[in-house]
């Protein structure tokens, strides 16, 4: 839904990083609080049993967030985006790309996967509430005063009811919700300009955030300080994240036309795979004094890198003579090359960058035609910028 900060991270499902900010766990511990004192007054019996019953909802409520944001992760690695990890924060989750989409297919496929995860969450649910209920899974979920609530049919029941509005709250076509991001891509396709739709989503975002802060005023007037509150500090996040969205984009919109291969240093010093250990040593990594060099075959492809650590562990190891192509780091490879002509613009997020400090620019073949470092992204941003802009 909308940024988070830091993490801690609590598992990994298909080899993404399942995280949650501290805010989570306040916010953890003040629902089962406030879920509790709510199913004790529809169950009746014990405080003990409407706290267990409690603390099972809750935590299924945010295995259903991150379920919801698994859709957006799934649907976007397969088409080709990377995911960094998803975060569990104060107002819900987000699965953090490595980079924004490049078509509205894309944005709107990612954008609906999750409603969609959501929706399969709430048939699950009517469908086992009619199983235990016996037919009346609706007059469940309502709490109908005339049907008799089981705690496992009050837990199913409100787990329920809460992806109900989850479903429809987040279809609001106001960015960043995955409402305003499927508007964003039908604008999108219908315009063919990704900023004029990412202004139009993120103005009624704007709004909407607004509008929510005035009803968070409003019951905070009436009395209801807690939901009043929550409600105000929500549409204040969201009015937030569509303006930075917004401005974002007059940004952005300056870097059209700028790719990787207009500021990278297009005489990258690699090493051929067949260079040895001992050459490796005295002409690159004493030479230079740099931690790490790139690694290209006979036809000049980026195959990975060779660290200077290994390096040293093999010469004491007594092999001067072994090729680097035995000691490279191929599998990681993918994970540092980025095409030449990819958009600038979708390397201000690229964690690669940050995390690495620079990316191996490869062409469509996988030759390896430079490096970009995040240094030369600064200095893109410092200095092209105000040329495009005189």
């Not at 309502?142 to 009811?161: I, K, N, Q």
Request: with cysteine; aromatic share 10%; proline share 3%.
């Amino acid at each position: 839904m909308i940024g988070t900060g830091p993490s801690i991270q609590l598992a990994r499902v298909f080899g993404i990083r399942i995280g949650a900010s501290p805010s989570w766990f306040v916010v953890l511990f003040v629902f089962i609080y406030v879920v509790s004192d709510w199913f004790h007054s529809e169950l009746g019996g014990s405080v003990t049993e409407a706290y267990i019953v409690a603390v099972c909802a809750v935590m299924l409520f945010f295995v259903s967030l991150v379920l919801h944001e698994l859709g957006h992760a799934l649907m976007a690695r397969r088409l080709g985006i990377g995911i960094s990890g998803i975060d569990l924060w104060f107002f819900g989750g987000v699965a953090k790309m490595t980079r924004d989409t490049d078509s509205a297919a894309t944005e709107f496929k990612v954008a609906a996967a999750g409603p969609a995860v959501t929706l399969v969450i709430v048939g699950i649910c009517i469908a086992l509430s009619a199983l235990v209920s016996q037919g009346a899974a609706l007059d469940a979920m309502r709490f109908a005063r005339d049907t008799e609530v089981s705690p496992t049919l009050a837990l199913l029941g409100f787990l329920g009811s809460i992806n109900v509005f989850l479903f429809v709250f987040n279809l609001v076509p106001a960015f960043p919700l995955d409402g305003g991001r499927l508007a964003r891509a039908l604008i999108w396709k219908i315009t063919g300009d990704r900023h004029r739709a990412t202004r139009i989503s993120g103005r009624i975002g704007e709004w909407f955030g607004y509008v929510l802060i005035g009803f968070g005023v409003f019951l905070i007037a009436r009395d209801s300080l807690v939901n009043g509150l929550w409600i105000a500090v929500l549409g204040w996040f969201i009015a937030q994240a569509a303006r930075a969205a917004v401005v974002s984009t007059a940004f952005t919109e300056r870097l059209d036309g700028v790719t990787v291969a207009d500021i990278m240093d297009d005489e990258p010093v690699s090493m051929p795979a067949t260079t040895t250990v001992a050459q490796a040593q005295d002409e690159y990594f004493l030479r230079y004094r740099w931690d790490w060099f790139a690694v290209v075959d006979e036809h000049g492809r980026f195959v990975g890198v060779v660290r200077d650590g290994r390096v040293d562990e093999e010469m004491v190891a007594g092999r001067p003579a072994l090729a680097v192509a035995e000691i490279v780091e191929a599998d990681d490879a993918e994970r540092w090359r980025v095409r030449d002509d990819r958009p600038l613009e979708s390397l201000l997020g690229d964690e690669r960058l940050r995390d690495r400090g620079a990316l191996m620019a490869v062409d469509s073949d996988g030759v390896l035609r430079g490096i970009v470092t995040i240094e030369q992204v600064r200095r893109a941003l410092t200095a092209a910028l105000p040329q495009r802009l005189a």
